[in-house]
């Protein structure tokens, strides 16, 4: 795992670090054992392959840490200092991760929402589901049953919400994501055959190539056929919704 990036230092006191950020969140000094998802820096290496001065997740109680050659040791109150994760409230648009689901049916620990309402009231966070069998749906939770989502689970909520939404939108005609039909008009922008961006209208089905089939006007004029890549294509008009097919 080795040391962490992007640990920032925001207080000192006597020369001491005693407030610092990571990954947009504050974390304290604080004394006692360590708990999972506390920073840990280290104050004395002779003994391991750590940096000194580096901070470094703890992944269990101890703490214990994986250090810079992927071995995972635990460590001892008079070799290192500890900073949590200080506690703030979530607010609109702020994404969450569930961690205490027993009151909610079909909601499970682990699953992710994001705050769309916060009435302030003893349940007063309105949440949009984003993953999990209630996915889509929205749930009233108490601020203790959710968490802070880090950026790289903010990241993955935020690209399967995408998918969710590409995949509803390709469902409502009927189709697979990225099933293109003869007829379809088309958006493309194709620098490698066409030569230019503009629409098309796709000849043939993908059945082999990179792509399907996408008739259209090149950089000189000429109206080519050439598969292009479904990356680089865009539905306008799916070819039942066309005025000028029967």
Same mark, same amino acid.
């Given at each position: 795992m080795a040391a962490l990036k992007g640990v920032k230092t925001l207080d000192m006191v006597n020369g001491e670090i005693t407030k610092v950020a990571y990954e947009g969140s504050e974390y304290e000094r604080v004394?006692?054992?360590?708990?999972?998802?506390? +920073?840990?820096?280290?104050?004395? !290496?002779?003994?391991?392959? /750590?940096?000194?001065? /580096?901070?470094? +997740?703890?992944?269990?109680?101890?703490? =214990?840490?994986?250090?810079d050659v992927d071995d995972k040791y635990r460590y001892y109150s008079d070799v290192y200092t500890l900073f949590r994760k200080k506690p703030t409230r979530l607010k609109v648009g702020d994404y969450a991760k569930v961690v205490? /689901?027993?009151?909610?049916?079909?909601?499970?620990?682990?699953?992710? !929402?994001?705050?769309?309402?916060?009435?302030?009231?003893?349940?007063?966070?309105?949440?949009?589901? +984003?993953?999990?069998?209630?996915?889509?749906?929205?749930?009233?939770?108490?601020?203790?049953?959710?968490?802070?989502?880090?950026?790289?689970?903010?990241?993955? %909520?935020?690209?399967?919400? %995408?998918?969710?939404?590409i995949e509803a939108k390709w469902a409502k005609i009927g189709r697979k994501v990225d099933e293109y039909k =003869?007829?379809?008009? @088309? %958006?493309?922008?194709?620098? @490698?055959?066409?030569?230019?961006?503009?629409?098309?209208? !796709?000849? /043939?089905?993908?059945?082999?190539g990179i792509g399907p089939i996408i008739s259209a006007i090149d950089y000189d004029g000429y109206l080519v056929k050439y598969d292009v890549p479904t990356s680089k294509l865009t539905l306008i008009t799916p070819v039942e919704a066309r005025f000028d097919r029967s």
């Open positions: 004394e006692g054992d360590a708990k999972v998802g506390d +920073l840990v820096l280290c104050t004395d !290496v002779t003994w391991c392959d /750590a940096t000194e001065g /580096a901070f470094y +997740l703890s992944i269990a109680k101890g703490p =214990v840490i994986v250090d205490d /689901a027993a009151d909610h049916r079909g909601l499970a620990e682990g699953d992710f !929402v994001r705050i769309s309402e916060d009435d302030e009231s003893d349940i007063p966070f309105y949440c949009d589901v +984003l993953s999990g069998e209630l996915a889509k749906n929205s749930v009233w939770m108490r601020e203790k049953k959710l968490a802070h989502a880090t950026e790289d689970e903010v990241k993955a %909520a935020k690209e399967a919400e %995408a998918k969710r939404s =003869v007829g379809d008009i @088309v %958006a493309h922008a194709n620098s @490698v055959w066409f030569r230019n961006s503009g629409l098309g209208e !796709v000849a /043939a089905e993908y059945k082999s």
